[in-house]
């Protein structure tokens, strides 16, 4: 039994009447697992490897006319389920069968973990804390049918004796607040995280944990292959892998250090070949990442609102075949299919922030869904943006889920080498639950002379620009490529200086293609429609000549 409890009330919230408030309900939420018991510093006691038991948590659902999540303050303070209404479909991972693993290999705080799932707080050790499994105190902090915000808090004072000896922070006395909150009307939920000291100066970690699967259908979570981490950085750092296979996945980086790589393979959850650490390198300084899933173009992103606070990035996954392949009722297969991505007060695990007597630090995590759109590179608490480009064509993408006070138009430019604008397209953004905007330009149409021009995609916000990206495309001219052209006998007849295997492409101004033809011959008869202005492309060895005629006679 999967999440019945769970499963049946997030599929009667999604097929309920939309509700332009925001409501509270208590619920209970049954879980699996192989059966265990814990000793009283939640250090594991007893455990089955064949035995599959039972539990029921106490769990709390916040929901609104688009979003419903879950919340379980007494197993960690978690956030086990955000579901998008108008997709109907799940965003966090949550495990049909929990196994503890590595137990006693002195790895994790308590010498044992065991994963279930979704958004949650980690501190004051790394690699999970001292408090997944431990229940969080609770508290409504505003109640009424425009927001609610639960608060879910632990001071930490737990010492486990028998806790691996990396583990040495102590008991630090810090005070952790993990406040939920959710509005009408939005299609996202906030959590607002503070560090309370009220004591001695203190070396800690924080970390949220984020297990991720967007896009899943109730109750069967999981990533596909074809997801990727949309994470705006350059370069990562390799942290443990087994076999060291993840020295060399991507290009090193020529800065001193051999574990320092492009972000490029790392991204794509189908290269990852086994479980492993990295790192953003140095940190993360955008404030937003996520993951889409390729398979049905669905994402979930973080969005923070200081991310100097948090500039550690942490990713992990089990591997992509291991994920998939794994038995979850086999004690022996712990390895499941979700990606896990962290964000940290340091840059990577035991390495201490510090915090100082009665100091208090506080941010706010936003986590927002995306639908359609295969890129984010930008992206606020209102709009994602993203754009693809490659030789042929440019897309953009705005993904506005509601209207609010602020319009946005998709924009692109397109420059000369003198800084002249020879092209322009705008195109606006329309608030959309289900679909972004777009703005497709086929490159080959725009019968650009010979050169190198700037294309520039922009989001403009109420007129004014808020975000652009640029790269250089190259339009050649070299008489290999230049035929002359006659008309003979109603044919548009090109002949080369040689033969040699080439594409011709004939399309009309408003970029739609009329006429294609691959031949090795030196002589190549188009037909044409009528008289007109039209753009020819010719195509050898992937390099593309364009150039704008003109018929006059038919």
């Known amino acids: 039994m999967r999440f019945n409890l769970l499963y049946s009330f997030i599929l009667l919230c999604t097929l309920g009447s939309v509700q332009a408030q925001v409501v509270q309900r208590d619920t209970l939420i049954e879980w699996s697992h192989f059966d265990y018991s814990m000793n009283a510093d939640y250090g594991l006691d007893s455990y089955s490897d064949s035995d ?28 086990i389920s955000y579901v998008y209404k108008p997709t109907g479909k799940e965003q966090l991972y949550q495990n049909p069968v929990g196994v503890p693993y590595q137990i006693g290999s002195g790895i994790f705080y308590h010498d044992w973990l065991m994963v279930y799932g979704g958004i949650f707080p980690t501190f004051p050790e790394p690699e999970h804390g001292k408090y997944w499994n431990v229940p969080w105190n609770e508290s409504i902090i505003e109640s009424s049918s425009d927001v609610i915000t639960i608060s879910m808090s632990l001071k930490d004072e737990l010492d486990n004796p028998r806790c691996p000896g990396q583990y040495n922070k102590g008991v630090t006395g810090i005070t952790c607040y993990y406040e939920v909150t959710l509005e009408a009307g939005k299609p996202y939920f906030t959590v607002d995280v503070r560090l309370e000291n009220d004591g001695s100066p203190s070396r800690y970690e924080y970390w949220t944990c984020l297990t991720l699967a967007p896009g899943s259908e109730i109750g069967n979570t999981f990533t596909p292959s074809n997801s990727e981490m949309i994470v705006p950085i350059d370069r990562y750092q390799v942290g443990w892998n087994p076999g060291n296979w993840l020295n060399g996945l991507d290009e090193v980086v020529q800065s001193g250090n051999p574990r320092v790589q492009v972000y490029d ?16 390198y140095p940190t993360l300084t955008k404030d937003f990442y996520g993951v889409i899933n390729h398979d049905n173009e669905q994402g979930v992103f973080r969005i923070s609102s200081d991310q100097l606070t948090t500039p550690g990035l942490k990713f992990w996954t089990w591997g992509d075949e291991q994920g998939l392949a794994a038995d979850p009722n086999n004690f022996e297969e712990e390895e499941r299919a979700y990606i896990e991505l962290w964000s940290g007060t340091s840059q990577e695990f035991f390495e201490d922030a510090n915090l100082a007597a009665d100091q208090t630090i506080q941010w706010t995590e936003t986590y927002w869904p995306t639908v359609g759109i295969p890129m984010v590179s930008f992206m606020t608490e209102e709009i994602a943006f993203g754009a693809l480009q490659n030789e042929q064509a440019l897309d953009i993408y705005g993904f506005q889920p509601v209207a609010t006070n602020s319009t946005y138009q998709l924009q692109v430019s397109v ?7 020879v092209y322009h397209k705008e195109e606006d953004v329309s608030p959309d639950l289900l679909q972004p ?4 330009i086929d490159l080959e149409s725009l019968a650009l002379d010979f050169g190198t021009f700037t294309i520039t995609s922009v989001l403009l916000q109420d007129g004014q620009e808020v975000h652009s990206e640029s790269f250089e495309y190259e339009v050649l001219g070299d008489a ?47 037909e044409y429609p009528q008289y007109g202005i039209y753009v020819l492309n010719v195509i050898v060895d992937g390099t593309r000549w364009s150039k704008k005629i003109q018929v006059l006679d038919r």
């Open 437 to 440: 905007s777009q703005l497709n």
């Open 415 to 421: 420059r000369n080498e003198q800084g002249l604008e």
């Open 265 to 280: 393979k790392l991204a794509h959850l189908s290269e990852w070949e086994d479980q492993g650490i990295a790192y953003a």
């Open 52 to 79: 599959i038991v039972t539990s029921t948590f106490d769990g709390i659902v916040l929901e609104n006319e688009y979003v419903k999540i879950c919340l379980i303050p007494e197993f960690g303070a978690r956030i």
């Open 480 to 526: 290999l490529f230049d035929p002359q052209i006659r008309l003979s006998n109603g044919l548009l007849e090109l002949t080369f200086q040689n033969e040699r295997p080439r594409t011709v492409q004939l399309h009309d101004l408003m970029g739609r293609k009329l006429m294609s033809l691959s031949a090795n011959d030196r002589t190549i008869a188009l």
